[in-house]
């Protein structure tokens, strides 16, 4: 096993298409790290590049602190596990396995010893005279898995591994892997641009969009605290709500209001807003060619468990009340998503599964202000 580090990786294809921009990052020995975006965001060029199935166009990639930018895919000690799963048609589950390490030439008994712990590990004995068209979608992808495992190497690559199964199949393929990564303590990249799974199993996420790095930190970190709009509404679902206002000050205090609500901001906010409207460094719009120094317009993100409904509310309301009309409502069991619309603005709000609340009434709501965040409306930056 062994840590990775990128220094400055880019990936330019011909025609100048940039599908990686420079990106820096260091994943430790044992870390499971998730690679998460929209599809074409770079995700697979970028682990490609690792794997070494990619050439790259600058920068530098360590494993375990040796440099392998030169070093040929096959020589890198990583194991990737594929979409498709790649097995041979034509061989058993054992002679999948085992194919990697008979090319290898290691002794028959340390096969299969190897393979033995794998099948041990994946819940696959009794099946290792089987040809893959013998087994169902997740019995193929367990032996994706144990191929990768027979090798012992120093670095696991998982491009997407779950997409072909079914959602039931793909949540217990999450635990599975989740917990063989607990069970193996190898270091892991997982390139998926479902945000549950990276949610879920990632010790880190590194969030991407047209080919650049939008944020890197632990799944509730980036949760709680998006860099910037597009985070905020990648990752969870429903999506962050966005209600957009402009600063005013009245009787000390400091408010977003916007058409049809007024709500009052932290007052420990109000330093932050201060330089922001006299055009510091941290002003919206700053190096923006549309920038409009002074002007504090500003975008409110509140995510959906942190609206509640005021007849049910046990907290303080102070200055943090909106009334919205519900336009209708999805009950799931555990929840009930009501997306309710205040002036132009769509707001979704998770209420509780016994709410009395029905479509076309008109609700008052309270906002979590201590948990809301604040974006520059021009960049899509946060502020806070
Ligand atoms: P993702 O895995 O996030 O879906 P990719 O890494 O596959 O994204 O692709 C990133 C970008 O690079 C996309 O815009 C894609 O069209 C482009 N791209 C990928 N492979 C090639 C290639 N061989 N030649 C030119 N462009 C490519």
New binding site residues.
């Given amino acids: 096993m062994a840590d990775l580090q990128l220094k400055g990786v880019s990936k330019v294809?011909?025609?100048n298409?940039c599908?990686v921009a420079p990106t820096s990052v260091q994943i430790e020995d044992g870390e499971f790290v998730v690679l998460v975006?929209p599809?074409?965001?770079?995700?697979?060029?970028?682990l490609r590049m690792i794997a070494g199935l990619e050439t790259v166009s600058q920068g530098e990639i360590h494993i375990g602190g040796r440099l392998i930018n030169n070093v040929p895919a096959k020589d890198r000690d990583i194991a990737m596990v594929f979409q498709n799963y790649a097995l041979y048609p034509h061989m058993t589950v054992y002679e999948n396995m085992a194919f990697g390490l008979k090319m290898r030439k290691l002794p028959k008994s340390e096969i299969e010893n190897r393979v033995r712990a794998a099948t041990n590990i994946l819940g696959l004995n009794g099946f290792l005279d089987r040809r893959p068209k013998g087994l169902s979608g997740g019995q193929r992808q367990r032996v994706a898995v144990g191929r990768a495992i027979v090798r012992q190497p120093k670095l696991f690559l998982f491009d997407e591994p779950l997409s072909n199964l079914d959602a039931k199949l793909r949540v217990s393929m999450r635990a599975e892997l989740i917990k063989l990564h607990k069970r193996l303590k190898a270091t892991m990249i997982y390139?998926t641009?479902d945000q549950v799974e990276a949610m879920s199993m990632g010790d880190r996420l590194i969030v991407?969009k047209d080919?650049m790095v939008q944020q890197i930190g632990a799944p509730l970190e980036i949760y709680d605290r998006p860099a910037n709009q597009f985070v905020a509404s990648f990752i969870g679902s429903p999506p962050m709500n966005f209600i957009s206002g402009s600063i005013l000050e009245q009787d000390g205090h400091v408010f977003l209001k916007g058409e049809g609500f007024q709500v009052k901001l932290p007052d420990e906010r109000k330093a932050v807003l201060t330089e922001l409207a006299s055009g510091g460094p941290r002003a919206p719009h700053a190096g923006s060619p549309r920038g409009v120094p002074g002007s504090l317009s500003l975008v409110l993100g509140v995510r959906p468990e942190n609206i509640s409904e005021r007849q049910v509310y046990h907290g303080v309301v102070d200055g943090n009340v909106i009334k919205a009309r519900v336009s209708f409502l999805e009950p799931l069991g555990s929840e009930v998503l009501a997306t309710c619309s205040l002036a132009q603005h769509e707001i979704i709000v998770r209420l509780s599964p016994r709410t009395s609340t029905k479509s076309d009434e008109v609700i008052e709501l309270v906002l979590d202000m201590e948990r809301t965040t604040v974006f520059d409306p021009v960049t899509t930056e946060a502020l806070w």
């Fill in positions: 294809y011909p025609g298409i599908a975006g599809s074409g965001c770079g995700k697979s060029t970028l390139v641009h991407l080919g």
